[in-house]
């Protein structure tokens, strides 16, 4: 079974320019969650999607953050224009329904890296 | 406003020995409380989890403690070993059975010398 897949693994990209990062969950799972790490930081929640449909996005930090998830199989996150402080680790991870598994086990992704400079 | 407390930020253990790290959480609505480990490079893969209806579950080397009235738990590693040096996140959710997104703590590094 293929994991989480995130693109890029690494970006780096001057304030005010526009990043995209890619997530691929894994196949059948409805719920897919990304969260950001700072440097130091704990493992900070963004936002929610239950298929195509936003469940929580409470955590994203502000408009200049744009989260999609086309027909409900991969998602973006956009961010734009980036600022300084948008640096860090993105994560995506995917869960199937918790109902049916007892438990909500979140498989993660490597990572995308974001430096902005 | 963090939800999730851990300690200690960073820990070195000798191979063999006891490893420790500690969690606390105010939401008295949490009610699953997952540890997960991460290698570098990799994201953070699930090590093991416990609802508070029990007061420890172990598997191999892996314990979780927890104290409900404290609203503290905690994960030992029993003859820590160097292949378990990684950072550790714990985590906690309301509605084991539901989607509600993890609030982790700000990890813990942990180095196992050989």
């Known amino acids: 079974e293929a994991g989480v897949t995130q693109f890029p693994s690494h970006s780096v990209i001057e304030k005010g320019q526009t990043v995209t990062l890619r997530c691929d969950p894994i196949s059948g799972h409805d719920n897919l969650y990304w969260y950001r790490r700072v440097m130091g930081k704990e493992i900070k929640f963004l936002l929610h999607f239950v298929k195509e449909s936003k469940q929580d996005e409470s955590g994203m930090p502000n408009n200049r953050f744009l989260a999609e998830r086309t027909g409900g199989t991969y998602s973006t996150l956009k961010v734009q224009p980036a600022e300084l402080e948008d640096s860090g680790v993105y994560f995506c991870?995917?869960?199937?329904?918790?109902?049916?598994?007892?438990?909500?086990?979140?498989?993660f992704g490597a990572g995308s890296r974001l430096t902005v400079l | 406003q963090q939800q999730v407390k851990q300690s200690p930020q960073s820990l070195i253990v000798q191979k063999g020995g006891i490893s420790i790290i500690n969690c606390a959480y105010e939401n008295t609505a949490f009610d699953y409380f997952p540890w997960y480990q991460q290698f570098p490079g990799k994201g953070p893969a699930l090590l093991i989890a416990?609802?508070?209806?029990?007061s420890e579950k172990k598997e191999g080397r892996f314990t979780i403690s927890f104290n409900k009235s404290a609203k503290q738990f905690s994960l030992h590693i029993m003859d820590s070993q160097p292949g378990d040096s990684a950072t550790y996140f714990c985590?906690?959710?309301?509605?084991?059975?539901?989607?509600?997104?993890?609030?982790f703590g700000k990890g813990t590094s942990l180095l196992v010398t050989p």
């Open positions: 991870a995917s869960s199937q329904d918790p109902r049916r598994s007892g438990a909500n086990v979140l498989t």
């Open positions: 416990i609802r508070p209806d029990v």
């Open positions: 985590a906690a959710s309301m509605g084991s059975n539901s989607g509600y997104a993890l609030n």
